[in-house]
């Protein structure tokens, strides 16, 4: 299948745009916000250098859906989320990072409805139209009175620049994430952050989802359950499901109504497009990895063997180094313990040149390999050969960087 594309690391403050595959629709470059939203982010003090608080608001309120992470710990804001999303309706979310809010008690709980409360009040909105979000350290008391006096300043700066918005989440990221493109009238736009802690087993990390097109919170909810398992359910960057993953999608109706088939088709795109960008930056990733597995006797089985494979370490390892050690594909395939695995049947291919043929590597040229593995991003394409079921997965590979990044999280 595909062979390796071009892809760069950006610096930090600018924003990877990376191709997904074909579609009529253009993603904005810039992006832009729906008719009707506006987001701002600003510095309230709770981590020692940049921004760490974020805005973003609908002119009026918002058919809303939302999943949240699986996870048996929860941060006190997917608690409260869980009850505030039932009615269907927001007008706002308000996200901090640096600290989680997760292992904090009742007494979490409390700091996270008073800011839900301090942004409705800044807004002149119903409490139960706000959702919060926080992400950062767990088992820190989140320094709510920070937050409360920084919100109107923050609600006065509104604009229409999802970028700003989205600096204000970052944690470990390296830069900004949003993407936003039309489906007809209207604009669909992601904003999300993550770059470690992520196999997401519901959404991912912390994404924000924004349309003008009317829609109801039934079909929302249908539709983003159906794009998120597809997309950011298939990201691993360490197998490690965070506490307070939370993936909101928000539909103003400003631009008129859109056929839900169309909107699906431009959401997937979009959540496509981010769950690349949070793969590239994965903490110490040097590269993007695809893995594409076809032939599996149903679905659970393709997608339990396509995170097999993007979890491995030594698969990961093998990325990092572009050392053609192929016999760990067949490693990651077997291991498959509860999937219908036939060994005879396994091919695959590595940047579209094939390396396993009948269960077993073939002959290629080591040399030609090691030029497509050193490539970005890296194309593993397996095919079972047992069934007509296939899905995509995402993930990056496993440096150092990781290592250095996580021994120190905390204190830095």
């Known amino acids: 299948m595909g062979g390796c594309g071009a892809i ?10 990376t191709a997904t595959h074909p579609s009529a629709m253009p993603f904005h470059d810039p992006p ?14 709770i981590k ?19 999943v949240f992470t699986r996870n048996h710990v929860v941060g006190a804001p997917v608690a409260v989320g869980r009850g505030l999303i039932r009615g269907g309706r927001l007008q706002a979310v308000v996200i901090n990072s640096g600290v989680a809010n997760v292992g904090t008690g009742e007494e979490g709980i409390v700091r996270a409805r008073r800011m839900g409360a301090a942004a409705a009040a ?43 918005g989205a600096r204000g989440i970052m944690t470990t990221d390296t830069h900004p994430k949003a993407v936003s493109r039309s489906v007809g009238d209207a604009t669909v736009t992601v904003v999300a952050k993550g770059s470690g802690m992520i196999e997401p087993n519901m959404a991912t990390m912390l994404a924000f989802a924004f349309t003008d097109a009317a829609l109801e919170a039934p079909a929302l909810d249908r539709v983003l359950r159906e794009v998120v398992d597809e997309t950011f359910n298939m990201l691993s960057i360490d ?33 496509t497009r981010m769950t690349e960008i949070l793969a590239r930056d994965g903490e110490g990733a040097t590269k993007l990895l695809r893995v594409t597995v076809t032939g599996a006797d149903g679905e659970r089985d393709a997608r339990r063997v396509a995170k097999s494979l993007v979890n491995s370490p030594l698969i990961k390892t093998m990325v990092l180094g572009a050392d053609p050690n192929v016999g760990r594909i067949l490693m990651a395939v077997g291991k498959c313990f509860a999937c219908r695995i036939e060994p005879a049947r396994i091919r695959a291919s590595v940047c579209g040149l094939p390396v396993i043929e009948a269960g077993c590597r073939r002959a290629f040229d080591e040399a030609e390999a090691r030029r497509r593995l050193g490539g970005d991003p890296v194309n593993i394409d397996v095919d079972l050969g047992v069934g007509t079921a296939r899905t995509r997965a995402w993930g990056c590979d496993l440096s150092h960087g990781y290592v250095d990044e996580n021994a120190a999280y905390y204190s830095s």
């Open 8 to 17: 760069f690391r950006s610096r930090p403050d600018t924003i990877i745009r």
């Open 32 to 45: 832009r916000l729906p008719q009707g939203f506006r987001c701002a982010a600003t510095r309230c003090g």
């Open 122 to 164: 800044a807004l002149g909105v119903p409490c139960e139209f706000v959702l919060m979000s926080s992400t950062g350290v767990i088992g820190i008391p989140l320094p709510i009175e920070k937050i409360e006096a920084a919100l109107p300043e923050l609600v006065a700066a509104l604009q229409d620049d999802p970028v700003d």
């Open 239 to 271: 197998t490690d499901t965070s506490t307070s993953d939370t993936c909101v999608l928000m539909a103003n109706g400003r631009a008129g109504a859109v056929p839900e088939p169309a909107f699906r088709s431009e959401l997937l795109e979009a959540f």
């Open 48 to 66: 020692s250098d940049g921004r760490d608080l974020a805005l973003f608001a609908s002119d009026v309120p918002a058919a809303a859906a939302a």
